[in-house]
T-cell receptor
């Protein structure tokens, strides 16, 4: 258990509403990542962070923003949710025990109706 | 059910047999590779990793082989058990990309008792 939690675990929202997903880690790891997982696409990187207030875009960042005001929290915001953003969202951290592999949270299933 | 498993290549093996899951990667600059296991409803779980200066690495019941000439990665699972049933992903890290991973689309392993 790498000490990663995600909230909420499930959410249904309407098109056009803003949504924020939270990733929380307990061990002060520098790198945090947000992915989405869809059938036929595998896991795709949305945004990542390499420190407090240091973030950058991934492969599929359009329609998403992130913030990291504290080491332990990485927030993913859908400014105006669309049906194409229905997906399972995973947060990951890197650097557990000084290693390079990423460890994943349990995921958030988001449905946009 | 978990939509991540739909339309994936499937490998079906008998309990006790060895399994081999293959992955092709595309970028010659990739220097680090990871295999993940994902069970239904859960986040990806780290299995084993290998760096590009190696061609083989062994763990408990698992072996990863790397062939850089043909950009091919394989995961071998010895004495496959029902608990090994899951979707398996390979992931590659491109040198200089701040640890960002590119995931393959996955292979579903089904173990028959």
């Amino acid at each position: 258990d790498a000490g990663i939690t995600q909230s909420p675990r499930h959410k249904v929202t309407e098109t056009g509403t803003p949504v924020t997903l939270r990733c929380h880690q307990t061990e002060n790891h520098r790198y945090m990542y947000w992915y989405r997982q869809d059938p036929g696409h595998g896991l795709r990187l949305i945004h990542y962070s390499y420190g407090v207030k240091d973030t950058d875009k991934g492969e599929v960042s359009d329609g998403y923003s992130v913030s990291r005001s504290k080491t332990e929290d990485f927030l993913l915001t859908l400014e105006s949710a669309t049906s194409s953003q229905t997906s399972v969202y995973f947060c990951a951290i890197r650097g557990v025990a000084g290693r390079d592999e990423q460890y994943f949270g349990p995921g958030t299933r988001l449905t946009v109706t | 059910g978990e939509s991540v498993g739909l339309h994936l290549p499937t490998l079906s093996v008998q309990e006790g047999d060895n399994s081999i899951i293959n992955c092709a990667y595309s970028n010659s600059a990739s220097d680090y590779f990871i295999w993940y296991k994902q069970e239904s409803g859960k986040g990806p779980q780290f299995i084993i990793d290998i760096r590009s200066n190696m061609d083989k690495r062994q763990g408990q019941r698992v072996t990863v082989l790397l062939n850089k000439t043909v950009k091919h990665l394989s995961l071998q699972i010895a004495a496959t058990q029902p608990g090994d049933s899951a979707v398996y992903f390979c992931a590659e890290n491109i040198w200089g990309s701040q640890g960002n991973l590119i995931f393959g689309k996955g292979t579903k392993l089904s173990v028959k008792p």
